[in-house]
């Protein structure tokens, strides 16, 4: 009987129109696109033939660019400036949605001019606000200090550059045709900066010449959440726009997450490792270098950062790396860059005699980085279940945790890492406390060493112990006896 139902039901389907399953299969976030792929073979040709059809930079930026031939050449112009896009469009992109009539492009300021004349001469026209001389040509000349005429800059509460933080963009120019817009955003550095920037997570996502990359796909696009970023309570004006854009498209904001998840060293959230463009917990949509023969990677992946946590903020923290004029800068997470800039100075010589691309360089040092720092934790992540114990504690426990002695060296290695990051970003709050017949909250960790050879800095973990002492956590090391 499930057989003749399941064959009903994909006879049903069948004989929709594919412009109604087109509608429904717009609708599935990419987990569960990729699940109905896998579920039969029919599932698997429509969900082949949707994603052929919509994953294709033709559909990212086509309804911007709808000259003969313009949406080749804007994928060669992404090439050669850099230029990424961000915003509503590359969102759209990754819901499967055409709503977005803004394009924000994000350039290094010396790259703006060619991005702007190339605007102009493919149907755009500047639109000049108050602050704007009424020539691009002119307005970019002042600003970038090439024209004599000494006026200083202003920006107003602009709202086509409202969602980056104002600090990252050092200026923009707004181009229209029609009801489309496309506001160029220029950065001192790397155009990623305007992404690393952003509000909150939802916008993190990408466009490049290259694919299209979500940065945090499980928050955006399957719990339909958003963290903010470098925001709190009350927001300014400005602020609170950006986040409207965002719940307007049905995002939960999300203005903490809980500490189990920040210390999880294999969330996307956690401040336990770095997080590079590219990793395992970004959605990456590759495009078809349609573009002229010449291909040049994008090298997206070389920029990397790491999240933290105040009392007040979430963050993302990153550092410029600049190896020698005139290479490209980089941006790499503050934990990476004593590393980075250390196993550079041995190459160096190579890529200032030629013989290496900096990027190829860069990109390989981190690459060694990530593989050094993945064998170093491995066993943190296994120690994090019991983490997760001494955490679940403080909401109820009355006994003393007992800890095993095969995991105790594990274990006393990671929540050391863990209380560093603690003190340093101010997590560690009490605010579950433990509720005990007594007045005082308190949670006693025992530490089982029998039968285990630990190697411990005894001073690191007094000092540790001390810490945690003022948070009502006891820490015990025993030998227990059978």
Known sequence: MSTSMSESTLGDFSTLPLEVLEEIIKQLSPVALDSLSRSCKMFRVLTEAFVAHWHTFDHAVGRFFTGDGHIREFQDLMKVTGLLVSGEAALDFFVHATTATDLHALSNILQCLIVGDWLLTHGYLFAPKDFHLDSFQDDIARFQGLNPIDTTIQQEDDEDIRDLHRECIVHSWLFTKGSMTITLSATSGPPIEGIFSCHSTGEMNILSHEAAYCLFPLMTLVQNRTML?????????????????????????????????????????SFLSTRHIGDEHCYIVPFDNTADITRRPDFLECHSWSMAYTRRYNLFLTKIFKPTTPTPAFIVSPEDKALIMARFA???????????????????????????????????????????????????????????????????????????????????????????????????????????MLNLNWRTLKEWAVAFKQYNILINIRRMHS
């Not at 200032?352 to 934790?377: H, K, M, P, Y």
């Not at 009355?398 to 890492?417: R, S």
């Open 229 to 269: 970023i470098r925001l709190q309570s009350p927001m300014e004006r400005s602020e609170n726009l950006a986040i409207r854009k965002q719940t307007n498209r049905g995002l939960e904001v999300v203005h903490r997450p809980s500490a189990l998840l920040c210390a999880n060293i294999t969330s996307s959230l």
């Open 346 to 452: 041995v190459i160096e010589n190579l890529v200032s005699d030629g013989l290496l691309a900096v990027e190829v360089a860069v990109l390989a040092i981190q690459q060694f980085i990530r593989d050094w720092r993945r064998q170093r934790t491995r066993g943190n992540s296994k120690a994090f279940a019991h983490f997760g114990t001494i955490v679940t504690a403080l909401n109820g426990s009355y006994g003393p945790i007992i800890i095993p002695a095969c995991i105790a060296q594990e274990l006393f290695e990671f929540v050391i890492t863990v209380h560093a990051h603690f003190r340093q970003v101010s997590m560690l709050e009490p605010v579950h406390k433990l509720r005990t017949r007594k007045s005082s909250a308190e949670v006693n960790i025992v530490f089982d060493v029998s039968g285990a």
